[in-house]
């Protein structure tokens, strides 16, 4: 950050990494500008800039602690460029939200308590990888593997069936997990988007205001409202899990997957076979070079096995063909009792990261009723959503009457004004929206209420809503309070043609 000026440096001279991420984030209003604004808004009551900054924030944190998992969870070496993408994923995040106004304490401040948590993390990894892989370590766990050989060779011993089973166990078997794991990860989302729910992203959000409806869970509501892509992508996760959570689901696709590395290897063999009078090393290098294009061979692995090896090239050829058959049935009965969360974690793709890609699209919501985009994909240049719902639950709200319930088809050709962080906190009006917020086309019409679904909502949660929000429950009106559950549903399957 030493591009940002000394402000920068010399507030990140102030603390030590090792104390930072260590306590929750909060965010106060420091400096005579925040605190300017802080009390501006808390006057008007109209949008509370720390109560903006902290939920902003509370989601980055949250982005960038999924990642540290991701990678962690990899138990790799740790490299440079994982701090690196934790934060261009905050600089990406900040330049998505820039309507938020912050500063440069802010960011100096949530750079360092995530940099603080995700290098804790890291370390905790990298310590983990090192002692899994400390060369004094692995070579007193292969001594007696190399002893053993040593006697063999000594007493000219047949090493052939021992070094079939080596190499099937040490090299082969890994490269096979590898293999099928790799592969699953595409499957389970071709296998999700098959699913009614995930055929396109209307079904998709129907079926997710449908079940918030049914939960009857405030929190839920404020989740999706908040951190709508965080609560996607955790929903699509649960949904995974759902599907996959018996033996059978996912038994088809790690057979198949199985099946055909074993057949390539087998195949492979008689490859290598079939090229006489040459050495074991020779031989090894060939079933490699055939199996490339599918299986990743460990080199170190690899490179134990040829250590004081010399089995027979016929033999060690057909006791490999009958161990890799032997694996394989060991193999299927490992994955058959392997929990499908654990393997999960060693897809190399996050199935529901592809999926929110794939049927939602981009994420943005709108900026005062925080319904979600409904353009699809990520390619599209101007974000609108067909059915907007009470600003409310955008946590706007009028100066006396307190949170809106106003939609804003209707707002943006009245003559009403609207003051929030994007603003500087000075009223603008509706009618020039697209001055504050151009990348988002609000649909006019005055006729256009919120459905009775939202309607239910706000009535049901009013309260609680107010109280997250910090301002004034909406003034509902009497109609909406006759709105039954039955009628919310109902208007929720008319908003989304469910027959």
């Not at 720390?50 to 902003?56: D, G, L, P, S, T």
């Not at 959000?205 to 405030?218: A, E, G, P």
């Amino acid at each position: 950050m030493s591009y940002k000026g000394s402000l920068a440096s010399q507030l990140l001279s102030q603390k030590d990494l090792k104390d930072c991420g260590l306590a929750t984030f909060k965010y106060t209003a420091e400096g005579a500008y925040n605190k300017f604004i802080h009390k501006v808004s808390r006057f008007f009551n109209v949008e509370d800039h720390v109560v903006a900054v902290q939920k902003m924030s509370d989601n980055f944190i949250e982005a960038c602690t999924l990642f540290v998992t991701d990678k962690t969870e990899r138990n790799n070496r740790y490299h440079d460029t994982y701090i690196q993408e934790a934060l261009h994923i905050i600089d990406g995040s900040l330049q998505n939200n820039k309507d938020t106004k912050t500063n440069i304490e802010f960011e100096v401040s949530l750079k360092q308590h995530i940099c603080g948590f995700a290098a804790s993390e890291f370390q905790k990894m990298h310590k983990n990888f090192i002692q899994t892989n400390d060369p004094y370590k692995c070579l007193l766990k292969t001594k007696e593997k190399f002893r053993a050989d040593f006697k063999d060779l000594f007493h000219e011993r047949d090493q052939c069936q021992k070094k079939a089973e080596e190499f099937t166990n040490q090299c082969l078997k890994p490269a096979i997990e590898d293999f099928v794991y790799r592969k699953m990860g595409p499957d389970v989302i071709d296998e999700m988007l098959t699913r009614e729910e995930f055929s396109t992203r209307m079904s998709f959000q129907y079926s997710t205001l449908q079940d918030l409806l049914l939960t009857k869970n405030v929190h839920d509501f404020l989740s999706y409202s908040h951190s709508y892509e965080t609560f996607v992508k955790k929903r699509i996760l649960q949904q995974i899990k759902r599907q996959f959570s018996s033996c059978s689901a996912t038994l088809k696709i790690e057979d198949r997957h199985l099946k055909s590395s074993v057949t390539c290897i087998l195949d492979a063999i008689n490859t290598a076979k079939s090229k006489k009078g040459r050495n074991l090393q020779a031989f090894v290098e060939d079933l490699c070079k055939e199996l490339g294009d599918k299986l990743v061979i460990s080199q170190y692995a690899l490179g134990v096995f040829m250590v004081l090896n010399n089995a027979d090239q016929e033999q060690f050829a057909h006791w490999l063909s009958e161990s890799v058959r032997r694996m394989a049935e060991c193999l299927q009965d490992e994955l058959t009792k392997t929990l499908f969360d654990q393997k999960l974690k060693k897809l190399n793709l996050k199935p529901q990261n592809e999926l929110f890609t794939r049927v939602i699209g981009c994420g943005k919501q709108c900026p005062f009723c925080a319904v979600p985009c409904e353009a699809g994909g990520k390619d599209h240049t101007e974000h609108f959503a067909s059915l907007h719902r009470p600003q409310g639950f955008g946590q706007f709200r009028w100066i006396q009457t307190g949170l809106i319930t106003d939609i804003c088809s209707s707002l943006v050709i009245s003559d009403k004004h609207f003051c929030c962080n994007a603003t500087n906190n000075e009223w603008h009006s509706y009618k020039c929206y697209k001055d504050i917020f151009p990348l988002w086309k609000i649909p006019p019409d005055v006729s256009l209420q919120a459905s009775d679904y939202w309607k239910y909502v706000m009535t049901k949660y009013n309260n609680d809503l107010a109280k997250e929000y910090n301002a004034q429950p909406a003034d509902i009106p009497s109609a909406w309070r006759n709105i039954t559950e039955i009628q919310a549903k109902a208007s929720l399957e008319d908003s989304f043609h469910i027959k």
